[in-house]
């Protein structure tokens, strides 16, 4: 059972996908294989055919899942292992943050004698919940919520509307509906802690946390992604395919497979996604870090990696402040108040 742990409190996705390339393996390459050589008999004796055994899909421990804040089964009732496991890899970047905003924010609301369910903001369109009810696993309830609200027309922010774009896939739509939710909430908890630390600066006299800038805003983040992908297409040029038919009755041989009309069987062109996200950049925040090409190996949904693109995305802005502010609390808090940021491991 592989066991990952992420290597700091305040993790990139990089990082934390150099320990999950290994698993990205599905399917796993069959042996040599060949059928056997048999003359086709006369009716009606058919030999059998051994095929071999398809691979074994491998089972995501619940506990994991629920750690982390994922329903099970992950995807429903599909089963797309390389899908799953990237997943576990965002949600787990996410997962980190939430314990390490929640570990920043404890100690300075005991500085400050204040209680925690009056500080932390509300899920947004959800406000039974908080970043209390993230990091306690409380999935099931969570997921209910959502789907109850999506049936009561609920307006959920930080999510694009489709969600995939052209796919409907619904059981992959409500854990992407709950990880996109999450990955906006946690700018809002971290917009919330820069004010906290503006307290408790003010309470000890001394000099302020250094000014940070503001997050961009869900539909500018959204609408940059689709500009760069839609200008990524527009600069495709696609293979000629025509050919031209002869005309009746005179229909010369074709040589197949060359089709001599047509130069070889042309690929048509791909966009490069980890490109186009690197392209986008954001005043005052570090620009992405590299990600795999393809994002989820032997899967071609552009629409889904595109979504899961924007979750990278909004987590690295959240990267972006939660870096100097616990370099700020490293640096300078820590001299007056004791924190302590544990890091997460899980095993699959």
Request: overall charge neutral; glycine content about 4%; charged content about 10%.
């Amino acid at each position: 059972m592989p066991h990952i742990c992420v290597d700091t409190p305040i993790p990139s996705f990089d990082g934390i996908m150099a320990a999950f390339r290994p698993l990205l393996t599905f399917p796993p390459a069959l042996p040599n294989f060949q059928l056997p050589h048999f003359e086709i008999p006369k009716f009606p004796g058919i030999p059998d055919i051994q095929w071999p055994p398809l691979p074994a899909i491998p089972k995501l421990p619940d506990f994991t899942l629920a750690l982390l804040g994922l329903p099970s089964p992950l995807l429903g009732s599909l089963r797309m292992p390389n899908l799953e496991f990237v997943t576990i890899a965002i949600q787990l970047q996410s997962f980190q943050f939430q314990t390490t905003l929640m570990a920043m924010i404890k100690p300075m609301l005991s500085f400050l004698g204040l209680d925690i369910g009056s500080f932390l903001p509300k899920l947004p369109g959800l406000p039974n919940f908080d970043l209390v009810d993230l990091v306690s696993g409380n999935v099931k309830a969570l997921v209910a919520a959502i789907k109850q609200a999506i049936l009561d027309k609920v307006h959920l922010p930080f999510i694009p509307i489709p969600i995939f774009g052209t796919l409907k896939i619904p059981d992959l739509e409500i854990t992407h509906t709950l990880m996109a939710l999450v990955s906006g909430y946690l700018q809002t908890v971290t917009t919330a802690v820069i004010g906290l630390i503006k307290k408790v600066t003010d309470k000890l006299k001394i000099a302020a946390m250094p000014a940070l800038p503001s997050f961009p805003s869900f539909d500018s983040v959204v609408n940059m992604v689709k500009n760069a992908v839609r200008n990524a297409i527009a600069g495709i040029q696609l293979p000629n395919l025509s050919l031209e038919i002869p005309k009746f009755p005179g229909w010369p041989n074709i040589d197949w497979p060359s089709l001599p009309a047509i130069p070889g069987m042309p690929t048509l062109p791909s966009i490069n996604l980890p490109a186009i996200l690197a392209s986008i950049t954001f005043p005052g925040f570090p620009p992405l870090p590299a990600i795999p090409d393809p994002l989820v190996p032997n899967m071609n949904f552009p629409d889904v990696n595109i979504a899961m693109g924007i979750k990278l995305i909004m987590h690295n802005l959240t990267l972006g402040l939660l870096k100097p502010i616990m370099d700020f609390i490293e640096n300078t808090l820590k001299k007056f108040i004791s924190f302590t940021f544990p890091k997460i491991c899980i095993d699959l």
